[in-house]
């Protein structure tokens, strides 16, 4: 992936940076951030912005960089989609021991409150690609390691919406490349109207994975941990996923016993918060990993 910061490629669509050193390390900082980033326009330009965040937020800390493509989404199965995974999951247990030796101090019989008094990971998920992502990333984790993922606290960035085909459709012409000719794009809408629709139809016959589905598991403590915090950051004005959709999924967060931020921004487009306010949107980020810390 091309870009200014020094990313080293673990695999396709996996991506780690390391800082130089880490004997400075601010203890209170996180240890790890994973990104898992959104379908359509997530173009390294940018990804980039948020790698550089960090790295200002957070200068010592390692990034983990996951990218989403449709495939993850559509046709590829569970299976695929977690050995696909496998690099991630490996750096994530070289670095909770060699950077914390946080790797052996999680209880093996799968506490998650343990695990996450304990860790210093944070989990930036971005939109429904980026949510399906980091929850067979930690569904994955735990059946390799016998316990979960140990997060300190997940993100949620414009997400989660709905389960209507017009925003998957969306979602999904927003992938297509954009340095192609006006009628290859024309070809590729086309192509994709029919595959979105028998997804469509498939989730809602429960033959295949759904928002509703994806809803649910962001909301079971036993995919991120019970207890585990998390901020929700949305737009108003985001066509994609609807604000409501969001507040809706934070209402049930807190009934299900989690603690919950919220961060509501007014006319940023889907996954583009930043660019609205920057001062802002990182300034709720150093809050919330203050508080959960």
């Given at each position: 992936?091309?870009?200014?910061?020094?990313?080293?490629?673990?695999?396709?669509?996996?991506?780690?940076?390391?800082?130089?050193?880490?004997?400075?390390?601010?203890?209170?900082d996180p240890?790890?951030?994973?990104?898992?980033?959104?379908?359509?326009g997530?173009t390294?330009?940018?990804i980039?912005?948020?790698?550089?965040?960090?790295?200002q937020?957070?200068p010592?800390?390692?990034?983990?960089?996951?990218t989403?493509?449709v495939?993850?989404?559509?046709?590829?199965?569970?299976?695929?989609?977690?050995?696909?995974?496998?690099?991630?999951?490996?750096?994530?247990?070289?670095?909770?021991?060699?950077?914390?030796g946080?790797a052996?101090?999680?209880?093996?019989?799968?506490?998650s409150?343990?695990?996450?008094?304990?860790?210093?990971?944070?989990?930036?998920?971005f939109?429904?690609g980026?949510?399906?992502?980091?929850?067979?990333?930690?569904?994955?984790?735990h059946?390799?390691?016998?316990?979960?993922l140990?997060?300190?606290?997940?993100?949620?960035d414009?997400?989660p919406?709905?389960?209507?085909?017009?925003?998957?459709?969306n979602?999904?012409?927003?992938?297509?490349?954009t340095?192609?000719?006006p009628?290859?794009?024309?070809?590729?809408?086309?192509?994709?109207?029919?595959?979105i629709?028998?997804?469509?139809?498939l989730?809602?016959?429960?033959?295949?994975a759904?928002?509703?589905d994806?809803?649910?598991?962001l909301?079971d403590?036993?995919?991120f941990?019970?207890?585990?915090?998390?901020l929700?950051l949305?737009?108003?004005a985001?066509?994609?996923v609807?604000?409501h959709?969001?507040?809706?999924?934070?209402?049930d967060?807190r009934?299900?016993?989690?603690?919950?931020?919220?961060?509501?921004?007014?006319?940023?487009?889907?996954?583009?918060?930043?660019?609205?306010?920057?001062?802002?949107?990182?300034?709720?980020?150093?809050?919330?990993?203050?508080?959960i810390?």
């Amino acid at each position: 992936m091309a870009s200014q910061t020094p990313l080293q490629s673990l695999a396709q669509n996996t991506h780690l940076y390391e800082p130089p050193s880490v004997t400075d390390a601010t203890p209170n900082d996180p240890s790890l951030v994973i990104l898992c980033t959104w379908l359509g326009g997530a173009t390294p330009r940018r990804i980039h912005k948020y790698i550089e965040g960090y790295r200002q937020q957070f200068p010592n800390t390692c990034i983990l960089l996951i990218t989403s493509i449709v495939l993850d989404i559509t046709i590829r199965t569970i299976h695929a989609l977690r050995a696909r995974l496998q690099p991630a999951r490996d750096a994530i247990a070289r670095i909770l021991t060699t950077h914390n030796g946080r790797a052996n101090v999680t209880s093996p019989s799968g506490d998650s409150s343990i695990s996450s008094s304990s860790s210093s990971i944070l989990l930036h998920i971005f939109s429904h690609g980026g949510s399906n992502t980091a929850v067979q990333l930690a569904l994955s984790w735990h059946e390799e390691n016998n316990y979960p993922l140990p997060l300190r606290g997940v993100i949620l960035d414009c997400s989660p919406g709905d389960t209507t085909f017009r925003r998957s459709y969306n979602a999904a012409v927003l992938s297509l490349p954009t340095e192609t000719t006006p009628h290859i794009q024309s070809i590729g809408r086309a192509l994709l109207y029919p595959t979105i629709a028998t997804v469509t139809v498939l989730q809602h016959l429960h033959l295949m994975a759904s928002v509703r589905d994806l809803r649910r598991q962001l909301n079971d403590p036993a995919v991120f941990g019970a207890g585990v915090p998390r901020l929700y950051l949305y737009s108003e004005a985001d066509e994609m996923v609807g604000a409501h959709n969001v507040r809706s999924h934070a209402v049930d967060a807190r009934r299900a016993g989690f603690a919950v931020d919220e961060v509501v921004f007014r006319e940023a487009e889907h996954c583009a918060l930043v660019l609205e306010d920057a001062g802002r949107y990182w300034g709720a980020v150093r809050r919330f990993w203050g508080r959960i810390w």
